[in-house]
């Protein structure tokens, strides 16, 4: 089975930061799918490939923060909608984990597809227009920087609600 994730110039936001960060979540995606390939057994890269998810989600948690102090600090109309997208997000990569983890589903091409479809639907979505709008908004403002981490911004950004599945640990 082949796979191989790659961003078309179609699903590029035009932002640096968003994009490289993009990049970098395909890159944890490609790796996990060649993990798999040259795993022996579904049991070997259950364990072995198991962390390569853990690292995409992790990373995917700190990609939507920089979003969310870019979002928050810009006045981005959409910001409510757009972190709702992100705590689904995140409920469905942890899901995804959970399910390989204890065998649930089987780690196949759908399972590939369906990685491949969270990310980029949320790129063409979603963070196409953020792009569209964080380059406007810096056109107005050239002077100032746009904040894409907790400590460049000044304040945490507030949290998902506490009812969303996507608050809760990765267990």
């Given at each position: 089975?082949?796979?191989?994730?790659?961003?078309?110039r179609?699903q590029?936001?035009?932002?640096?930061?968003?994009?490289?960060?993009?990049?970098?979540?395909?890159?944890?995606i490609?790796?996990?799918?060649?993990?798999?390939?040259?795993?022996?057994?579904?049991?070997?890269?259950?364990?072995?490939?198991?962390?390569?998810?853990?690292e995409?989600?992790?990373?995917?948690?700190?990609?939507?923060?920089?979003?969310?102090?870019?979002?928050?600090?810009?006045g981005?109309?959409?910001?409510?909608?757009?972190?709702?997208a992100?705590a689904?997000?995140?409920?469905?990569?942890?899901e995804?984990?959970?399910?390989?983890?204890?065998?649930?589903?089987?780690?196949?091409?759908?399972?590939?597809?369906?990685?491949e479809?969270?990310?980029?639907?949320?790129?063409?979505?979603?963070?196409?227009?953020?792009?569209?709008?964080?380059?406007?908004?810096?056109?107005?403002?050239?002077d100032?920087?746009?904040?894409?981490?907790?400590?460049?911004?000044?304040?945490?950004?507030?949290?998902?609600?506490?009812?969303?599945?996507?608050?809760?640990e990765?267990?």
């Amino acid at each position: 089975m082949t796979f191989q994730l790659k961003l078309t110039r179609e699903q590029l936001c035009r932002n640096e930061v968003m994009d490289t960060q993009h990049e970098h979540l395909a890159g944890i995606i490609n790796r996990f799918f060649r993990c798999f390939n040259r795993a022996c057994c579904h049991e070997v890269a259950k364990v072995t490939c198991g962390a390569l998810l853990e690292e995409l989600i992790e990373e995917a948690e700190e990609h939507f923060s920089a979003e969310d102090c870019a979002m928050i600090h810009t006045g981005y109309p959409r910001t409510d909608e757009h972190r709702r997208a992100h705590a689904d997000l995140l409920q469905e990569a942890i899901e995804l984990f959970l399910d390989m983890r204890e065998n649930r589903r089987e780690v196949d091409r759908g399972f590939f597809e369906q990685l491949e479809r969270w990310l980029l639907e949320h790129i063409t979505d979603e963070d196409i227009p953020l792009g569209e709008y964080l380059a406007t908004w810096a056109a107005g403002h050239p002077d100032v920087p746009i904040p894409y981490s907790v400590a460049e911004l000044g304040e945490e950004p507030p949290p998902i609600p506490p009812d969303h599945p996507a608050a809760g640990e990765l267990v």
